[in-house]
């Protein structure tokens, strides 16, 4: 979805959508900041619900448009009849400000993948903080991303737990580093990814396409996440492609990526 809406908010909107759009949901994907920015600019009168879903539960939360600016960043609270938590590895809550796993329990959980016994089991577990011996307990959705909650309850994605990067002792979040590519406004599309690296462990690697007709200059995107991000945080390389690969569902292909890439630093 954010390479859709990246398009979508550089589109000339007609005067008669402008008048009548009355509001527009977003699911599956962070929107950055820049395109959320570029869409409420042509579109002042249509209000903006960010949301987060997942395949195994629907929609989990929302963010109230009049938010927007209070909370940037914020994927909102559980929608209603939905509770969602933020657990340790344990099933203990996290404190507010702390990262954890985001599961959702509530009537909208799925009852599984259809054939697939073990990755059921994975993800589909016991709700947290149920009274033990109960005979049949509450199955959750252990979503497998990582969030952190602020003191009022509201939820900001971090990232997915297998996508985690992990170099010279940091964990670094793609999203974040993606987040600040779009804001450069020198790119089009952006995947950051963790590489193997000798000595780093892994290492940033950002694979950019440019926007519309321009040629991305590496250099300047590299000197804007300089300026950003903090120094564990500023991508190794940023390789330039005329555009990136897709899976079956349209989301960009970050595995087809990794593999390509995974040798790159080998000595």
């Given at each position: 979805?954010?390479?859709?809406?990246?398009?979508?908010?550089?589109?000339?909107?007609p005067?008669?959508?402008?008048?009548?759009?009355?509001?527009?949901?977003?699911?599956?994907?962070?929107?950055?900041?820049?395109?959320?920015?570029?869409?409420?600019?042509?579109?002042?009168?249509?209000?903006?619900?960010?949301?987060?879903?997942?395949?195994?539960?629907?929609?989990?939360?929302?963010?109230?448009?009049?938010?927007?600016?209070?909370?940037?960043?914020?994927?909102?609270?559980?929608?209603?009849?939905?509770?969602?938590?933020v657990?340790?590895?344990?099933?203990?809550?996290?404190v507010?400000?702390?990262?954890?796993e985001?599961?959702?329990?509530?009537?909208?959980?799925?009852?599984?993948?259809?054939?697939?016994?073990?990755?059921?089991?994975?993800?589909?577990?016991p709700?947290?903080?149920?009274?033990?011996?109960?005979?049949?307990?509450?199955?959750?959705?252990?979503?497998?991303?990582?969030?952190?909650?602020?003191?009022?309850g509201?939820?900001?994605?971090?990232?997915?737990?297998?996508?985690?990067?992990?170099?010279?002792?940091?964990?670094?979040?793609?999203?974040?580093?993606?987040?600040?590519?779009?804001?450069?406004?020198?790119?089009?599309q952006?995947?950051?990814?963790?590489?193997?690296?000798?000595?780093?462990?892994?290492?940033?690697?950002?694979?950019?396409?440019?926007?519309?007709?321009?040629?991305?200059?590496?250099?300047?995107?590299?000197?804007?996440?300089?300026?950003?991000?903090?120094?564990f945080?500023?991508?190794?390389?940023?390789?330039?492609?005329?555009?990136?690969?897709?899976?079956?569902?349209?989301?960009?292909?970050?595995?087809h990526l990794?593999?390509?890439?995974?040798?790159?630093?080998?000595?």
């Open positions: 979805m954010p390479p859709l809406w990246n398009q979508i908010a550089t589109l000339p909107w005067e008669e959508v402008q008048e009548s759009l009355r509001y527009i949901t977003n699911s599956g994907g962070t929107m950055p900041r820049a395109t959320l920015d570029a869409l409420r600019a042509a579109l002042p009168n249509t209000k903006l619900v960010l949301m987060y879903g997942l395949t195994e539960a629907f929609r989990s939360t929302y963010l109230p448009p009049d938010e927007l600016d209070r909370r940037p960043g914020s994927m909102g609270r559980a929608i209603p009849n939905t509770e969602v938590m657990v340790r590895e344990d099933g203990s809550p996290c507010p400000g702390e990262p954890g985001l599961v959702h329990r509530g009537a909208l959980v799925a009852m599984g993948y259809w054939n697939d016994e073990e990755r059921t089991r994975e993800r589909f577990r709700a947290p903080r149920q009274e033990s011996g109960m005979p049949l307990p509450e199955i959750a959705v252990w979503s497998g991303d990582t969030v952190k909650a602020d003191e009022d509201y939820l900001y994605f971090i990232g997915r737990r297998d996508d985690m990067i992990k170099t010279s002792g940091y964990r670094v979040s793609p999203t974040e580093v993606e987040e600040s590519l779009y804001a450069s406004g020198l790119v089009g952006a995947v950051v990814l963790g590489i193997p690296h000798p000595t780093l462990g892994q290492a940033i690697v950002a694979v950019v396409s440019p926007a519309s007709d321009t040629e991305v200059d590496s250099e300047a995107v590299l000197a804007h996440c300089k300026q950003k991000l903090p120094a945080m500023v991508p190794a390389q940023v390789r330039v492609q005329q555009s990136l690969p897709r899976n079956p569902n349209g989301k960009i292909d970050r595995k990794a593999c390509e890439l995974q040798d790159m630093f080998e000595e």
